[in-house]
């Protein structure tokens, strides 16, 4: 498959405004979701998962086995995919922060190759410039468009919406916004694809649309049809919280207040998740399903990060372990072998350079990764790092950064001892091989590795002033509710309440 992805744009590529009839290069249709672990579907093994329609994508093309986001936090993962730049090199480092403008993204790059660029739905952009680089964006994000906005009110179903242990307790079977959302965005994204199918049957110039859901991302609500098969039969988390545990995760299980969770808790909790999950595949198989029989397409299915799910009595994202920072990656392509699967280490950064090279476009500065079918050998290595800023847990300035080549992943912490682990001996991380006298030669390559290009002293530099710049945003966005010009309000809030006759407290 790797000759199909190129990475030396060839000379003569068509402008915007000169469009070719006979242009080769393929349409990109990508359909990124929010916390989509890699592990939940059937074409990875999950034996409870229903994911037909991904399972059929991934029959037609290629599923990525070790690919991994490059922070396991929505908006640092998803401007790192964008732009090809380590957080702490964009500056993107939480949920708080903006992407300057003047940082170009892939649709910047692809635009100027000549590609007619959409994004329909959720990027978690924050500031006025709801774009970056795309032509459109027909529907904006359910979220606000500046830190400190409020979130969307999805009533009685509030309580159900966080990242504390707590609001696990209200997870269970009903509707929210949040689905709405999801389906709107699908509509809106079967419309415009449409068009661009047309733009380019008479135009021939090609075009990428990225297509962006909020779910399977909590509250863990999903609609009982949804629901309530994996309620009946989904098992419980397969690994147990350890005995004895890493100081900084043991932070975040008591800032999380995971400890004390009911066993109906994690019961409904992952049965939600699993629901949205079903839902999530529906709409993407419909839209892959689409353009199935074009000869010249290229479709990509990817998430922001992954879900800890209750593995370990963990939940959510922003841990290093497989849970969190693996997300699926399923690419199919003109020239690509049907049903394969790719064990190589990847990550959102190579997806990015892919992209770039299907479309023949220049690479970004600073990009890193490379295109998934590159000659030569493959290095087998990637990074994620996590600064903190999950919605409500405070945990301080955290910096922790993760590196895996080849079966070694190495977290290192600010603070900290660091964890290693051989990931073919040890697939479930439960082994710290980082004070054994074998391992020191291997924890010494990797720290190099890991440090030579991250500095967690002018991190923490970084951190202190951005802290400060929010800060201002947040009480100007409190006293000014500036214009959100790319939000989407659900039409009809009055949707949001559980399907059930039992009254949850």
Not at 18 to 31: G, L
Not at 154 to 171: D, M, V, Y
Not at 364 to 376: E, V
Not at 456 to 476: C, F, K, L, T
Request: proline share 8%.
């Amino acid at each position: 498959m790797r000759e199909q992805y190129r990475d030396d744009p060839k000379p003569g590529i068509p402008r915007a405004d000169d469009p070719r009839a006979d242009d080769p290069r393929p349409d990109i249709v990508m359909v990124m979701t929010d916390q989509h672990a890699a592990r939940v579907m059937g074409c990875a093994g999950d034996d409870f998962a229903m994911t037909p329609g991904l399972d059929r994508l991934a029959k037609s093309g290629v599923r990525f086995e070790n690919f991994y986001c490059n922070s396991p936090l929505c908006v640092p993962s998803r401007t790192a995919f964008l732009t090809g730049l380590e957080p702490h090199h964009s500056g993107v480092l939480n949920n708080d922060n903006y992407l300057a403008s003047d940082i170009p993204t892939i649709a910047h790059a692809l635009g100027d190759a000549g590609y007619d660029c959409h994004l329909v739905g959720r990027m978690h952009f924050y500031g006025p410039d709801q774009t970056h680089g795309f032509a459109s964006r027909p529907i904006g994000d359910i979220g606000a468009n500046y830190p400190g906005g409020a979130p969307p009110d999805i009533g009685t179903l509030n309580k159900a919406r966080g990242n504390h242990g707590p609001e696990l307790e209200f997870s269970g079977p009903g509707e929210t916004s949040y689905q709405a959302y999801d389906l709107a965005v699908a509509a809106q994204a079967q419309a415009t694809l449409e068009k661009l199918m047309a733009q380019r049957a008479a135009t021939g110039r090609p075009f990428f649309i990225l297509i962006s859901l909020f779910c399977p991302h909590p509250p863990y609500i999903a609609r009982k049809k949804d629901y309530q098969p994996f309620y009946d039969s989904l098992p419980g988390p397969r690994i147990a919280p350890p005995a004895k545990e890493h100081p900084a995760i043991a932070q975040w299980r008591r800032v999380g207040k995971v400890a004390d969770l009911s066993d109906n808790a994690i019961k409904t909790s992952r049965a939600a998740y699993y629901g949205l999950v079903h839902m999530i595949d529906r709409i993407a198989g419909r839209i892959f399903d689409t353009v199935a029989a074009r000869a010249n397409t290229v479709s990509i299915y990817t998430s922001d990060h992954g879900e800890c799910l209750g593995e370990r009595g963990l939940w959510w994202k922003s841990v290093m372990y497989d849970q969190s920072t693996k997300v699926p990656l399923i690419v199919r392509a003109p020239g690509i072998k049907a049903g394969t699967t790719d064990t190589r280490v990847t990550s959102l950064f190579d997806l990015s350079a892919s992209i770039l090279s299907f479309g023949e476009a220049k690479p970004l500065p600073g990009q890193r990764g490379r295109g998934l079918g590159a000659d030569g050998p493959w290095p087998d290595t990637c990074t994620s790092s996590f600064y903190g800023g999950l919605m409500n847990i405070d945990t301080g300035d955290v910096r922790h950064r993760m590196v895996r080549v080849g079966d070694h992943k190495l977290v290192w912490f600010d603070g900290h001892a660091p964890l290693l682990f051989n990931l073919a001996s040890d697939p479930d991380e439960l082994v710290n091989l980082a004070d054994l006298p074998a391992s020191q030669s291997v924890l010494a390559d990797l720290t190099r590795q890991l440090l030579e290009d991250w500095c967690p002293e002018r991190i923490a530099g970084m951190q202190v002033v951005q802290a400060a710049r929010v800060d201002v945003i947040r009480d100007w966005v409190r006293a000014t509710s500036p214009p959100e010009t790319a939000r989407w309000v659900d039409p009809d809030p009055t949707r949001n309440a559980y399907e059930t006759g039992e009254t949850l407290t």
